[in-house]
């Protein structure tokens, strides 16, 4: 908390995985991915990162995505904030594309956990809409 009425945050995900052969003999559940509520508001969930020759998403041997957000309370559980995040899946630095998208939304910290309605905006487009939707309940573990 910055103060009574506002306050701040920021997260960083961070992976490698070290394996031998190509990453499809991995399941998709093991590899990174970017985008989701998550990761990169702004783009569809699991739909960046590494692509094979048909130009289909593949997921990554490395991630790193970090975010920054403000709110600013209206009531005792009620904000708006905004929101910047960037970062990516990717195999190798040399190929790490950094994505980045910004956003607003309201928060209601209900007794259950945070109750959060964002509008993200991604700044680099591929594969985007222009604005996306994401609904989130409940903390992140």
Known sequence: MLSRDWGIGARANLGALWLHGPIRNLPPDLRFFGGGQNSLPG??????GPTDAQGAVVGGRLLAVAGIHIDRFITHDWAVGA???AGN???????FHVLQD?????RWYSPVGPIILDLAHPLIAPRAPAVRVALSVGFNF
């Open 43 to 48: 783009y569809a969930y699991e739909s960046q």
């Open 89 to 95: 899946a990717f195999d190798s630095f040399s190929s």
């Open 102 to 106: 910004i956003g607003i939304g309201t």
């Open 83 to 85: 929101f910047y995040d």
